[in-house]
Structure formats: C-alpha cells, structure tokens
C-alpha cells in the first residue's frame, strides 16, 4: 500500500515562504490521512477521499480556494480513473459545488461519465450535492488585481491498495483568469490516467499536458515494458521540446513511486506507511 499526492505548482499568489511550509505541512497530514484511509478501502476510493480533503484546504487550487475565470465566475473540473476497470468519470467546469471530485466519483455509475457546464451541475443537484460556494476572499483580490492589470495549483493523488489496484483522481480549480469554456488536462486522459499496470496525475498548463498527452503516454510506456522512471524521462523530454509546464506523481503495479517536474516549483508528499517525502 501506497500513496503519493500532489498540491500543483505555486501560483502567482503563493510565492511566499510561509505559504509554501503550509503547504507542505498540509499535504503531510492528507497524505498521512489518506493512508490510514487506505488499510481498509480500496485505492478507487482512497483517491477520491484523498482529493476531497485537498479540496477542501483553501491552501489549493481546487474546490474551496479555486482561482476566478476571466469572467468573475470560478469554474472546477475533476476526475477520477480506476486502473483495474479503466473506466474514467469527470466534471469539466462545473459551478458552485464543494468537492467536484465527488460529483466526478458519482458519475462512475453512468454510462455517460464525463459531463460539462450546466449539465455537471444539474446532475449534481439531482444527486444530493448541495450549493457551495468556493471561492475565499484572497482569489477575488487576485482577481481584481489581474483586471486591473491587464496567471496555477491543481490537486491529484494516486494510490495503491492492498490487493495491488491502482487508481488515480485529480482536481484543478483551473488555471485563473482563463476564457470561460477553457477544457484543461484534468478531466482528461492526459492529466489523469490509469490502468492495471501505473496510475498517474498531472498538474501545470492544461494545454501543455494534453498537447504532450502526457499522463496517457506515461502509462502506456509502463503498460509496454519500461520502467516508470524512464517512461517519465522520454515523456518529459517530449515536453520540453514544446516548452510544456507540467509536473507529474505516479505508482506502478510494483508500488514504485515516481514524479517528476519541468520547473521545480511542484508541490508534493508520498507516503508508504513509513517513509515520508515531501518536496518543494
Ligand atoms: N492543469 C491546470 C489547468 O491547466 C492547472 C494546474 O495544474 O495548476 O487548468
């Protein structure tokens, strides 16, 4: 059993040193969290937890303390990815929910599994996710500061469970500032994906990852033979020759534990019941 999360990249807001301890000692207590979760549910569900309470942490980019579209208006996008079924559900900028990855959890039961814009919020409604509002004093006064002046930090965890299943979930409150519409990686196989044989979730420029569809490739490269690490190398080579931002945390069937990011600003914590890493 193991588990590995992370927090995104530092956006333009948290640059301070302070934040960045918080962050990390937040990301600790999850990671901490989430594996005492994970001695008796499965990684399917461990991820989704594990996000939720990322989700909830205003420190992050995700569900409470998401960034402010162009407009005014916070948009979320979630998904989540069992690697034994390889089935993928997610919201892609849905409003006014607390934890968008549980709506994406629900939606596994469907056979129409990822749902956008209103639909992902009438379908929520319907199934008993009250109205919340996410949005936290500080992102409205960066908001106000960017329309005045003419900017990152998504969530993911991936885990392993005791029977060897792999799962991953991840959760973006977006990008900040971008056109409403906007589809970033992360409701998508390119920010978060999984099978039998490695689960992965990205964070950094949505268009970025998917132009290097850089989870997907991540794991069909185990899938085929290589090792994590060098399956992360190559796709993180890639990026660089299109001067992609991204970061990635992954696990194997074998339990081995990887990131990698193309600029070090990346928060995140692994966990495995005895040793802890935290970075950045
Ligand atoms: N990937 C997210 C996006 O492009 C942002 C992030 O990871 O911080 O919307």
């Known amino acids: 059993m193991k588990i590995i999360i992370h927090g995104g990249f530092f956006s333009e807001s948290d640059q301070s040193h302070e934040v960045k301890v918080a962050k990390q000692n937040s990301l600790k207590n999850i990671a901490q969290k989430a594996f005492e979760y994970l001695q008796n549910n499965s990684a399917f569900d461990t991820v989704a937890y594990a996000v939720s309470l990322l989700e909830d942490d205003e420190l992050f980019n995700a569900g409470i303390g998401s960034q402010i579209q162009s407009d005014g208006v916070i948009r979320m996008s979630a998904a989540i990815m069992d690697g034994e079924t390889q089935k993928l559900s997610g919201v892609i900028n849905i409003q006014d929910v607390k934890n968008p990855i549980f709506v994406a959890k629900e939606l596994m039961k469907e056979d129409d599994r990822v749902l956008g814009g209103n639909g992902a919020k009438n379908y929520a409604s319907e199934h008993g996710f009250e109205n919340f509002s996410t949005e936290i004093p500080q992102r409205r006064k960066e908001y106000e500061a960017k329309l005045n002046n003419g900017g990152k930090g998504t969530v993911g965890c991936v885990a392993i469970d005791k029977n060897g299943k792999l799962a991953v979930a991840t959760s973006t409150g977006g990008k900040g500032f971008e056109i409403p ?44 033979g290589m090792s994590l690490k060098n399956a992360f190398i190559k796709t993180f080579e890639e990026l660089k020759t299109i001067d992609g931002f991204a970061g990635a945390i992954a696990i194997d069937k074998d339990g081995n534990i990887y990131h990698q990011d193309s600029h070090p600003t990346m928060v995140f914590a692994s966990f495995d019941g005895e040793n802890f890493e935290v970075f950045n």
Not at 181 to 202: E, K
């Open 181 to 224: 519409g906007r589809i970033s990686d992360s409701a998508t196989v390119a920010g978060n994906y999984a099978n039998s044989f490695c689960a992965v979730s990205c964070t950094g420029v949505g268009e970025d990852i998917v132009s290097n569809a850089t989870s997907a490739k991540i794991v069909t490269r185990v899938t085929d």
